[in-house]
T-cell receptor
Framework: NAGVTQTPKFQVLKTGQSMTLQCAQD?????MSWYRQDPGMGLRLIHY???????DQGEVPNGYNVSRSTTEDFPLRLLSAAPSQTSVYFC??????????????FGSGTQLSVL | TQLLEQSPQFLSIQEGENLTVYCNSS?????LQWYRQEPGEGPVLLVT?????EVKKLKRLTFQFGDARKDSSLHITAAQPGDTGLYLC?????????????FGKGTLLTVNP
């Protein structure tokens, strides 16, 4: 059972470089999301999608772009990386978004360092 | 804005000890979730509590939702090294016609053999 798969596991970028964090899920979930996790800050929602072709901003969207062309994939793009984007990034999917018994399935994370 | 405060932030105990971690808010939540996150991995859902006063048990872990649905606690009996990890609470609250998930900052538990 693959669940939610994130790649790469680790990445080092220089300021100004661009990259895409990949996320794929095989559970046929309509809802997918991206979080960043920083020490002392908890998990913060970056962007989310309720289905193919539909995306929306979370609480910390600046500096990140997303698109959702298929149900399975939800890539996160950094167009011009900044040191403030150094963080651990998690992709998550849900079968019951916005419901009282919502259950999020998380990937194993991407640790990103921007120098 | 709905906020969840977790305490303590860090907890280091010896194997066999009991412990309780807390998740508090001034807001009412429709449900409260607890996740455990191990180093290098993503959070994994442990339990969801929905009804005020609800108590759920998962082996040595006991979860309770406050009567007013503003707070929750996680009690671990006879902690083991395998319980080591970051424990996150998350509240499901109303935002317009939808529900929104809000995470606390977590309690980092270390159980020493």
């Amino acid at each position: 059972n693959a669940g939610v798969t994130q790649t790469p596991k680790f990445q080092v970028l220089k300021t100004g470089q661009s990259m895409t964090l990949q996320c794929a899920q095989d559970m046929n979930h309509e809802y997918m999301s991206w979080y960043r996790q920083d020490p002392g800050m908890g998990l913060r929602l970056i962007h989310y999608s309720v289905g193919a072709g539909i995306t929306d901003q979370g609480e910390v969207p600046n500096g990140y772009n997303v698109s959702r062309s298929t149900t399975e994939d939800f890539p996160l793009r950094l167009l011009s990386a900044a040191p403030s984007q150094t963080s651990v990034y998690f992709c998550a999917s849900s079968s019951r978004p916005g419901q009282v018994r919502e259950k999020l399935f998380f990937g194993s994370g991407t640790q990103l360092s921007v120098l | 804005t709905q906020l969840l405060e977790q305490s303590p932030q860090f907890l280091s105990i010896q194997e066999g000890e009991n412990l309780t971690v807390y998740c508090n808010s001034s807001s009412v939540f429709s449900s409260l979730q607890w996740y455990r996150q191990e180093p290098g991995e993503g959070p994994v859902l442990l339990v969801t509590v929905v009804t005020g006063g609800e108590v759920k048990k998962l082996k040595r872990l006991t979860f309770q939702f406050g009567d007013a649905r503003k707070d929750s606690s996680l009690h671990i009996t006879a902690a083991q090294p395998g319980d080591t990890g970051l424990y996150l609470c998350a509240g499901v609250g109303r935002r317009g016609s939808n529900y929104k998930l809000t995470f606390g900052k977590g309690t980092l538990l270390t159980v020493n053999p």
